[in-house]
Nanobody, 120 residues
């Protein structure tokens, strides 16, 4: 069984920064694609950013130039550096990953979420 645990959320003023972390634990043969999603009240879940096993990032238009996704495979951890935060970034942020649990099987996992609130 693999577990994803997010940390780093909190309350920050507009224009501020936060860094989210998501650490994967458990038995696996490695982690393929890693993603950050978010869900705001009354809105659909949004894919914020993703990073491939090769380290290639992708971003939603709403966060391009402000957020940076990165990964540390030695620690099985993905990060989301969030700068110039806006009130509309307020949401619960979820980590998601495709984990190789055997030589031929990729399994998708979700973290429990971490709250980010941007408010003065």
């Amino acid at each position: 069984q693999v577990h994803l645990v997010e940390s780093g959320g909190g309350l920050v003023q507009p224009g501020g920064s936060l860094r989210l972390s998501c650490a994967a634990s458990g038995n696996s043969f490695g982690i393929n694609y890693m993603r950050w999603y978010r869900r705001s009240p009354g809105k659909q879940r949004e894919l914020v950013a993703g990073v491939s096993a090769a380290g290639t990032p992708s971003y939603a238009d709403s966060v391009k130039g402000r957020f940076t996704i990165s990964r540390d495979d030695a620690k099985n951890t993905v990060y989301l550096q969030m700068n110039t935060l806006k009130p509309e970034d307020t949401a619960i942020y979820y980590c998601n990953a495709d984990v190789r649990i055997s030589s031929q099987i990729l399994q998708n996992y979700w973290g429990q979420g971490t709250q980010v609130t941007v408010s003065s």
